[in-house]
């Protein structure tokens, strides 16, 4: 696709002149460097800036105002604490393990652990034209925010020292590789699988991660019986309006580039998250007898989630389908919850899972090489074989993040314990974890 660089473009012709007139002093960094545009770094930059929004405070207010006040700093607190976890650790190893050279489709190797050879000239794979740092940094906020998501299916009732290390692990051993696998030049990549934004990455591993959270640590006391609602919905409100907000950085921002594809990402993204709110608002309206702030906030972040991996593959029309699905499947998953007897706080199997799974799938159906000759054509256009590599993609990240996370739920039990006592649980998170309150 065509580019325009401004200015960078003079910039980079008089390198090149300059190492025509003078090869002997002309060196490889120098037309690299070149090669580096500065409105796609920006915008690069500013979607890692947007990204980090979604989880301080977007993400946090939005799980914040869903429990109950008394658990409202612990919550906020998991995403704050994990945000920063998470970041030394993509730094120091996640980065290498995830994206470094590739180990047999598997796992990157070490060579870039400590961000060793990660420079400021740009990678062939990863942004021709942005510094490899910048996208080092895009991502690292993609493996901060999807730990955090998990989050809301044990909220209320998991200790704080757990939670830390069950993050750390859980980004180590079930985050990286799949992420590896996807994005990092791994094998579901090389079957053809695609996921432009992180919806096997991100929603799929944490919605079915999630979902294996909720059963081992089992319901909250009085789940049930006892009123659960949400404290504070204008909170909820604001946590998912920042979230939409970040997430085009989130998904036009993979672009790697302010380009077509970006473009093609941000008005899709926009399309699923409105039709997607809207439609959980009608159904609820029609089910229930009225339509909820809470209805339409869950809606809207349903359909930001099933449209993330075909957002720079798919038209409008069809991220308006997208969102259809998103706000119809997620809102009778949430339904069905309390019938097949787990207790998801603040569900996120209903919202991210379901969404993620959808969104894979549905990118098998509605991709198409007119909108970005990169991706693929979807079934649709008559390739059945790439809408059974999604398939393919669901089960695969699916069963990996259930078994690798029950597997890190055993360790962190055995090690530190997954549950605060019951007394802790009736005291709340806030006092019995954080020795604070939320509101006097």
Not at 174 to 187: L, Q, S
Not at 218 to 236: C, E, F, I, K, S
Request: proline share 3%; with cysteine; glycine share 14%.
């Amino acid at each position: 696709m065509e580019r325009h660089f401004g200015n960078d473009a003079w910039m980079t012709a008089l390198v090149l002149c300059a190492g025509a007139m003078a090869p002997e002093t002309a060196s490889a960094e120098t037309i690299a460097a070149a090669a580096v545009s500065a409105a796609d770094t920006a915008w690069v930059l500013v979607s890692a800036a947007l990204v980090l929004a979604m989880t301080v405070p977007g993400l946090a207010l939005f799980y914040g105002g869903l429990v109950r006040s008394k658990n409202v700093l612990g919550t906020i607190m998991h995403s704050f604490v994990i945000l920063c976890l998470i970041s030394l650790f993509w730094v120091l190893l996640g980065y290498s393990l995830a994206f470094g050279p590739d180990v047999k489709g598997v796992i990157g190797s070490l060579a870039w652990a400590g961000l060793s050879g990660v420079g400021l000239s740009p990678h062939a794979v990863y942004g021709p034209t942005i510094p490899h740092q910048a996208f080092m940094v895009f991502q690292l906020m993609f493996a901060a925010i999807t730990p955090a998501l998990i989050t809301g299916a044990f909220a209320e009732r998991m200790k704080f020292g757990a939670l830390i290390l069950f993050a750390l692990l859980w980004s180590l051993f079930v985050y990286c590789p799949i992420a590896h696998w996807m994005w990092g030049g791994g094998w579901l990549a090389g079957l053809g699988a695609l996921d432009f934004a992180g919806g096997a990455v991100v929603h799929i591993s944490s919605g079915i991660s999630a979902l294996v959270c909720a059963l081992m640590l089992g319901a909250r006391q009085g789940y049930g019986t006892d009123y659960m609602a949400p404290h504070n919905l204008p909170m909820v409100l604001l946590g998912t309006g920042l979230l939409w907000v970040g997430w085009f950085g989130f998904n036009a921002g993979s672009a790697l580039g302010a380009n077509e594809t970006a473009v093609v990402a941000f008005v899709a993204t926009h399309t699923a998250a409105v039709t997607a709110a809207l439609t959980w608002m009608t159904v609820e309206w029609w089910h229930r007898g009225t339509p909820t702030v809470l209805g339409i906030a869950s809606g809207a972040v349903a359909g930001l989630a099933m449209v993330t991996p075909g957002a720079g593959f798919v038209t409008p029309f069809s991220a308006l389908f997208m969102g259809m699905a998103a706000g119809g499947l997620s809102y009778v998953a949430i339904m069905k919850k309390g019938g097949l007897g787990y207790d998801d706080s603040l569900d996120v199997v209903g919202i991210h899972g379901v969404a993620g799974v959808g969104g894979i799938l549905m990118t098998g159906l509605f991709a198409s090489k007119a909108v970005n000759a990169a991706g693929a054509d979807g079934l649709l256009q008559g390739n059945g074989a790439f809408f059974a590599v999604q398939a393919l993609t669901v089960v695969v990240v699916g069963v990996f993040s259930a078994a690798g996370t029950w597997v890190i739920l055993k360790v962190v039990d055995r090690a530190v314990g997954l549950r605060v006592t019951p007394e802790e649980e009736r005291m709340g998170l806030d006092l019995s974890q954080h020795n604070e309150r939320a509101y006097s």
